[in-house]
């Protein structure tokens, strides 16, 4: 039997999002070795697959790629991507994860991310890095900043009929390659595996998911992304150009219909972002968020917020009880306004948004033994003073993993999660009870 | 004609290759990028054009380092957005594929171009950037960074429980530190709070462990009744003057009979003040510390509402929710039929939040500092339901009204609060800021103030609300540092807090090298979140002064001993102490007396290089010869 590799750090990083990333660089800066092991086929997380981030309405991209570039260049850094953690465990001192390569079907150290593969394949799949509004094809890059530039195939949808091993000048694609197991070791580890949204199929007052031209946030994401599907806002059923828009707030978040109590903290401002880039491009349309409250507490977001009234957005203090398939493609919201005379209301709107709230990517139970809160997040065991602790020593957690957060939120925790981390480390090295 | 191979032959020629970002869309979008292209590529000296979607992604970043690794190019000029977010990106880029990284020149076409301009304009001006780029990058010369040996020392300003995080973290990567307190205790504002929401800890346990845990650890020196009077230097190497004098105040806002601290323990801690650091000054004294880093906590304080604000100061039944909260914390076990302020039972009670936060212009007034606090205080909310929820359970025949605006329980836990407060039988009113609610004083009745409330939860119905007491859920104000921040030339935003770099790039440096900001200074947080902040700014300090040396930018001036005639002009036009000296110097035998520069103070303004009359002074990597180059170049593109 071949014997299972086995690779030596200081720190393991999981989650190759921002708060991965942010605490990796602050760790190797500091002269620490770190893995970062990434379950997707690219680093970056959300933030690489958003439009412009709030507050200052900087490119998600510009700003993305130089962390992701400096982590994949640091000396002191090795990304493992599309990786699977299997269990993490402490035994004699150290965490030992033991973790499998996923086949991408092309050796990446053959792979040179020419695309070659990718312009023969005659197999066409709908693009989820694009909101599955655009199609790609069955052998891929996921897409064009992605770190690293290596492809692979989506053994689902390739209909093996060879034409990329044809094409590939350096003979990388293979069809044959198998899972491979390995381990990693090392002192300290930060849990930063970020969140997904809540599914869109759980609620049956909203649709569902069913119908036509009611979309999640982060399509609406890539719907404004510079470089997104259709490169202009149109809505997905008729190609129409929107004339009116709607956000619905809390969908899926301060909902115990859903089991999600809790706030999900970026969807207002999200919300108010998006509409600010809509009448950006579309500078005629109208655009109403029905809200409960809007939530802009962090720095710079309340002048944000005051912006997009400013702007002539229409802010609906209002529940949306029910979502329904109007004529026209249109969308029918049925809605318990708040303020004015408090009936319920119907409004038709062409494309309706709903601001989807944050679950958990990645449950622990079974891989390793940290608790997780009530709401699926991973339990933060000394919230005040030291808020990125978790039950298990010397593994400490960064980012959504931990609760929702923006960006800002979430960088700042990187780097508390990364000095504890440290510290753990040099505790450890000189002999010191941690 | 082949200008390609021309230039082959050439040789060792200067070869500059220009590298044009779409930046998505965010570029090509208004600027004919391929024109750009073409509009460049026969300039004196351009090697090669190059264009990608995102130059700063990996691919694009290798198709520059390939081609200096394949002798095509040895001047780097890159075309995209501003040199704030990507400059070092490609600068590192280019040292990992063996180029010196100051061979590199950076021409902003987004900010200055495409998202300014449109059409043929925006390529024409374009144009004539990357034109200037490239003459300036014609006449680079490779430079290194400055050096300089930095002291393995840092100082924290601050003893709140930011201060007090940072300290402990740099104390546990090695660094020794001084931490400096102004007040006689440490433990800042959080010394005032009771149960913290949204966990329910004690603030007194909360900042008892971290105070300890400070005074524990033999690398952390506390200076209480602290402050910095004196600051000068540069990272790495810092000089500040501290006095220490005895305390005159007593300390706490509750209890202002005058404390006697000579009773006190180290270690005990005091409601409203907290945790005293073992000694007290008798006499004035002055001290000098040499420091690595700064890391700026100087924290927060409450807003304070103008005179007859919701009733303030006329009627001693308006409080503001850290006089509450303070109230609460020091009588945690008290349980009764009402809470009890001021010796009287209240019956029923108002909350009104946003006091001092959220203010618009054109609705509210401005303070007699001409201060309007735009930003909301993101902690009164939670705050606020916390309290609530407690007064609630303890004093069970309280009624309480609550008037929002929003309600901000945004964090983890914090929802909870106010579902129990719902539960508890808070009544919530809402009000829009242009119809903010009246306290007035009754006129008779059973109850002395009157809240009234056009309220929107109700369809805009007019509310009248009876109560004994009314509490103001004031927001935070940065405290005011206006002598550190002149000395040290901190940056300030415009709602007056400690300005980062960039919230997401570089959230806890500011532009100052050496300098961090840890909590509340730089925008209200809670005491979770203030720690995160703390703890990150520990990172990157320790990062910084780990190896014992700093790398600076070596744009500074320069003096040419041919030309210095030792006027002493540059010497008082600059701006830094110290960083240009006379000096005397052997040439040919006689004695000159010349200027001399030291680079790890200069900032490279460029002032003295405007008065020297006989040009003997550049900064480097902005000589008045690339300057008149690119300047020369973008009149003719
Ligand atoms: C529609 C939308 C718009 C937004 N807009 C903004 C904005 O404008 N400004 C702003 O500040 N914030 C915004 N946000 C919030 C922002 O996306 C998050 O704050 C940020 O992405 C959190 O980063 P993270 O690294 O914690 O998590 P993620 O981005 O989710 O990254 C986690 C990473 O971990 C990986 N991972 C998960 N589980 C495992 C595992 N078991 N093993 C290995 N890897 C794993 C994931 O694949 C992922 O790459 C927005 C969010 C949404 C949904
Ligand atoms: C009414 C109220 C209720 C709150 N409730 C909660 C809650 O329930 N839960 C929660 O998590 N948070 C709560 N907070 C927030 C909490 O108080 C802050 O997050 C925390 O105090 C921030 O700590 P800090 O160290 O940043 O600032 P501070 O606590 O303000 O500490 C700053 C320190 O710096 C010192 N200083 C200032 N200037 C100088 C100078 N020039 N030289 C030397 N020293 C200086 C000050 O004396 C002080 O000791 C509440 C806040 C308020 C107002
Ligand atoms: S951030 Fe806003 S939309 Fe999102 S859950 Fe919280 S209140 Fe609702
Ligand atoms: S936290 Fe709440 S009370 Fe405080 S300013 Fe923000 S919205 Fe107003």
Redesign the pocket.
Known sequence: MKETLRLQYDALV?????????SALDLADQDFKVAV????A??????????????T?DC?SCITTPKMAAAAHHDNIDLFTY???NSLDRSQGRLKASITQKPRYVDPDKCIGCRQCEYQCPVYVPDQEQGGFNLRKAVYIPFSNAIPQLALIDVEHCALCGKCAKVCPTEAIDYFQQPEDFVIEAKTAVL??????TPMDQKKEYGQGQIPNVI???Q??RLLAPHGPYQRVIRPSDGKEPDSIAYVQCAGSRDLSLGISYC?R??C??AI??AMLLSGALPLADITIYYMDIRAF?KGYEQFFQNAKAMGIEFVKAKVGRIEQGENHNVLLRIEEQEGDGRVVRREHDLVVL??G?VP??NPAG?CPVGTGDDAFIKCVRPKLAPTLTEMEGVFV?????G???????IA??GAAAMEASNYLNSSASGRAA | MSTNQEKKATGEQKKVGIYICHCGGNISDHVDVEKLAENVKDLDGVAVVHTNTFMCSDPGQELIQNDIRDGKVNRVVVASCAPSLHELTFRGAIKRAGMNPYLYEHANIREQVSWVHHGDQATEKATGLVAGAVAKALRLQPLEPIRVEARRHATVIGAGVAGLRAACDLACRGLEVALIEKSPFIGGRTASLGRLVPTGEQAEEVITQIAAKAMANDKVTIYSCTEVVGFEGFVGNFRLTLKRKPPEEPYSAAEPQKIRMDHLEKGEFLPAAGIFPGDVPDKEQEIFLETGAIVMATGFRSYVPGEGEYGYLHSDKVITLAELVELIARYPDRRGRFLQVKGKPVRRMAFIHCVGSRQIPGIHEPDQDGRLNEYCSRTCCAATLQAAVQIRSSFPETQIFDFYRDIRTYGRGQEEVYREASRQRVTFFRFEPEDPPRVQKSSGGKFPLLVSVKDTLTFGEQIDVPVDLVVLATGMEPTPIKELVEMMKLPVGADGFLQEVH??LRPVEVANTGILLAGTCQAPMDVGEACNAAQAAAAKTTAMLARGYVELDPFVARVDPERCKGTGLCREACPIEGAIELKERQVDGKTVVQAQITPALCTGCGICVAVCPSRALDINGWTLEQYEAMVDAIVAA
Do not use: H, N
């Not at chain 1, 930063?192 to 949204?197: C, P, S, V």
């Not at chain 1, 960064?398 to 931990?402: C, H, K, P, R, S």
């Not at chain 1, 929702?404 to 979430?410: A, L, Q, R, S």
């Open positions: 999981i989650g190759g999002g921002i708060a991965g990333l942010q092991i990434e379950k997707d690219t680093i970056g997380g959300k933030m690489i697959r958003l439009s412009k981030v709030f507050p309405l998600a990786c699977e953690v930063a595996t970020g969140f997904k949204l999640s946030s982060l609406m994401e999900s970026v969807c401002m999200y972002k998006q962090g601001s989807l944050m990517d990645w891989i960064a980012g959504v993993a931990a929702p957060k923006d960006i800002v939120d979430t925790e990187a | 919230p997401k």
